[in-house]
């Protein structure tokens, strides 16, 4: 009696007199209303434990990012006071071994490549 594409109502004539409106109730809304399964309490605090580890190692990992971004400008600050102690200029470097090369510096142009 029904088409399923229209939502209307489906009116029946039972008297002559009497007409009573009748309602298909789509079977989605009568699931929304059946309880939802839940996790046991076991799962559930494994679950809230691997949220709390990966909060902890994401604040770890911020923190190292930190404390690397620190360690970096210390190290410019000491190569920056050691320019300075020997008077050099852009122009010259300090190599690996703390020898001091006058003229060797490596162009910026060249390092960003």
């Given at each position: 009696?029904?088409?399923?594409?229209?939502?209307q109502?489906?009116?029946?004539?039972?008297?002559?007199?009497?007409?009573?409106?009748?309602?298909?109730?789509?079977?989605?809304?009568?699931?929304?209303?059946?309880?939802?399964p839940k996790?046991?309490?076991?799962?559930?605090?494994?679950?809230?434990?691997?949220?709390?580890?990966r909060?902890?190692?994401?604040?770890?990992?911020?923190?190292?990012?930190?404390?690397?971004?620190?360690?970096?400008?210390?190290?410019?600050?000491?190569v920056?006071?050691?320019y300075?102690?020997?008077?050099?200029?852009?122009?010259?470097?300090?190599?690996?071994n703390?020898?001091?090369?006058?003229g060797?510096?490596?162009?910026q142009?060249?390092?960003?490549k």
């Amino acid at each position: 009696m029904k088409d399923k594409r229209n939502s209307q109502p489906v009116v029946q004539a039972v008297d002559s007199n009497l007409v009573q409106p009748t309602f298909d109730v789509p079977s989605t809304l009568v699931e929304a209303n059946a309880p939802l399964p839940k996790l046991s309490d076991l799962d559930k605090m494994a679950l809230d434990l691997a949220k709390e580890k990966r909060k902890t190692v994401l604040a770890e990992a911020k923190t190292s990012i930190a404390l690397n971004d620190s360690a970096e400008l210390a190290f410019k600050y000491v190569v920056l006071q050691l320019y300075f102690k020997y008077n050099l200029s852009s122009s010259d470097a300090i190599n690996e071994n703390g020898e001091i090369i006058i003229g060797g510096a490596v162009e910026q142009s060249a390092q960003t490549k």
